[in-house]
């Protein structure tokens, strides 16, 4: 089942397109990465899809409902913008009851303490948020995101200002959401952490979507050559010299330096054959190492263009 359907979506602001004719689509439990240059059109995007911008054209689906009747909807869905603000004399405790009234959600207090402890505030909800640091700030805003368990969550950088711990615990958090059929709209600057743990991708790029796939059909259209680092031993030299013209005839910028050979080809079907050649001249390969592009490989080049 889609949980989110977009079509043509469109924002002009005094003539000038934002957003230009993007279309895509989220099955339910997917994590979805949606990344781009600052500028590029993310923030108006979850805006125009949460119900903050109206669209200037196009066609949004939202968990089956059509986006004229987004309002209907609101209470099964969840968001963490990029920047939220709270009231410093408040303690967390005091601000997931007030968020959960704000929703129309009647909560029990047990499941919005869970809720803090899952996002790392167990200890701390009974604080004042004007204590609390950037990343603490940001746990509050993932905690009342998910409160009333929505089917849907928008994050907008979820994991920005966390110390390396805090950023695993949400990570795992977006994982487990995901596992248990919540479908996670996500975006981050952080491209490692998108490889990590995003099922499929989309890079906006000037208000146009460049890529879209999983990371495996991004590295596929992004590179078909693949950097290949063998660790070998050869008690025979002729054998060894047989063995380095065949891998001359199939691979390119070979560079040998004992006991290491590095090598680029064109296709993984050319891997085999060196692996088989060497037995054939009984050179006995000690490990393989094959370098395919990074997602920051990938978006850095779409991104230069």
Not at 34 to 60: D, E, H
Not at 132 to 157: H, N, R, T
Not at 163 to 181: C, N, V, W
Not at 262 to 287: F, H, M, W
């Amino acid at each position: 089942m889609e949980a989110l359907a977009v079509h043509q979506l469109t924002k002009t602001y005094k003539s000038k397109e934002v957003v230009k004719q993007i279309s895509f689509s989220l099955q339910t439990g997917e994590i979805f990465g949606f990344l781009g240059r600052n500028g590029a059109g993310k923030s108006t995007t979850i805006n125009m899809l949460t119900g903050i911008l109206p669209p200037t054209s196009g066609k949004i689906e939202i968990l089956g409902t059509p986006y004229h009747q987004i309002n209907s909807i609101k209470r099964r869905i969840g968001v963490l913008p990029d920047n939220s603000n709270y009231y410093n004399d408040m303690t967390a405790m005091q601000h997931m009851v007030f968020f959960s009234q704000v929703k129309g959600i009647p909560v029990h207090k047990n499941s919005l303490s869970e809720l803090l402890e899952a996002v790392g505030l167990g200890e701390d909800m009974d604080r004042k948020a004007g204590q609390f640091s950037l990343g603490m700030k940001k746990k509050l805003g993932i905690a009342q995101a998910l409160i009333g368990s929505p089917e849907l969550v928008f994050l907008d950088e979820p994991t920005s200002t966390l110390d390396i711990e805090s950023a695993l615990q949400i990570r795992e958090l977006i994982g487990s959401l995901a596992a248990k059929g919540t479908t996670v709209f996500m975006t981050s600057h952080n491209l490692d952490e998108v490889e990590r743990i995003c099922d499929r991708i989309a890079i906006l790029h000037q208000g146009r979507i460049e890529k879209l796939g999983t990371i495996a059909e991004l590295r596929e259209a992004h590179n078909n050559r693949f950097k290949v680092k063998v660790k070998y031993k050869s008690s025979d030299k002729n054998r060894e010299s047989v063995w380095m013209e065949h891998i001359q005839q199939v691979a390119d910028e070979v560079k040998r330096e004992e006991p290491f050979l590095e090598l680029v080809v064109e296709s993984e079907d050319d891997i085999p054959r060196i692996v088989d050649a060497a037995v054939e001249q009984q050179v006995k390969i000690y490990g393989l190492e094959i370098e395919q592009p990074s997602l920051e490989n990938i978006f850095l080049e779409q991104a230069q263009r």
